[in-house]
Structures are given as structure tokens and as C-alpha cells.
């Protein structure tokens, strides 16, 4: 069994910077790719970065250069450190989990608004 709480979510200035954490429980972190996706009103849940067991990364153009994904196996928690933050980055963010099967956070709200 996997859980996954997010955390770290809220409103902030455009220009300004978030971080967001990914608390999982169980025994598969260390050995699981994770990942960030991101979902407006409106539109398709997208990817937004992507860390491997290996910690390769991989980002979505919109946020490259801006956005960093990293874990700390250590405490089964991986991040997303928000900088430059412009209006559009405005969804809520789902942390996810891939093994063999695929697990999702509840989701945290991000607001870029002035």
C-alpha cells in the first residue's frame, strides 16, 4: 500500500516561489520514479517533472528553468521547487508514484495571482 500527501500548496505573487513536498508511506520510494503533474480548471492533467530511482530528471518546457524536482529517499519525500512563478502556473499540483502499479496524491492548490 502507497500513500501520498502533498503539501506546501498556496497563493502566491507572480515573480514569487513555492515549494511543494511529497510525503510517501510504504517501502517502494527508493525504488519508484516520481513525478509532478499539474491540472487547470478546464484542461488535461500535464506532466510537469519527472525524477527517476536514479534521480535523472526530466521537465516539461514550460517550467524548465524554473521549476526542480528532487527526493530525499531518506525520508520518502520528493519536491518541487517553484521559482519565477507566473500566472499560468496556477492548478493544482498531484504528486505521483510508478512502480508496477501507479499512485496519486489528493492534490495542493497553487495560485500565481497579484
Known amino acids: 500500500q502507497v500513500q501520498l500527501v502533498e503539501s506546501g500548496g498556496g497563493l502566491v505573487q507572480p515573480g514569487g516561489s513555492l515549494r511543494l513536498s511529497c510525503a510517501a508511506s510504504?517501502?517502494?520510494?527508493?525504488?519508484?520514479?516520481m513525478g509532478w503533474y499539474r491540472q487547470a480548471p478546464g484542461k488535461e492533467r500535464e506532466l510537469v517533472a519527472i525524477?527517476?530511482?536514479?534521480?535523472?530528471?526530466t521537465y516539461a518546457e514550460p517550467v524548465k528553468g524554473r521549476f526542480t524536482i528532487s527526493r530525499d529517499n531518506a525520508k520518502n519525500t520528493v519536491y518541487l521547487h517553484m521559482n519565477s512563478l507566473k500566472p499560468e502556473d496556477t492548478a493544482v499540483y498531484y504528486c505521483?508514484?510508478?512502480?508496477?502499479?501507479?499512485?496519486w496524491g489528493q492534490g495542493t492548490q497553487v495560485t500565481v495571482s497579484s
Open positions: 505521483n508514484l510508478r512502480f508496477t502499479s501507479e499512485y
Open positions: 525524477i527517476s530511482r536514479y534521480s535523472t530528471t
Open positions: 510504504g517501502s517502494l520510494f527508493s525504488r519508484s520514479t
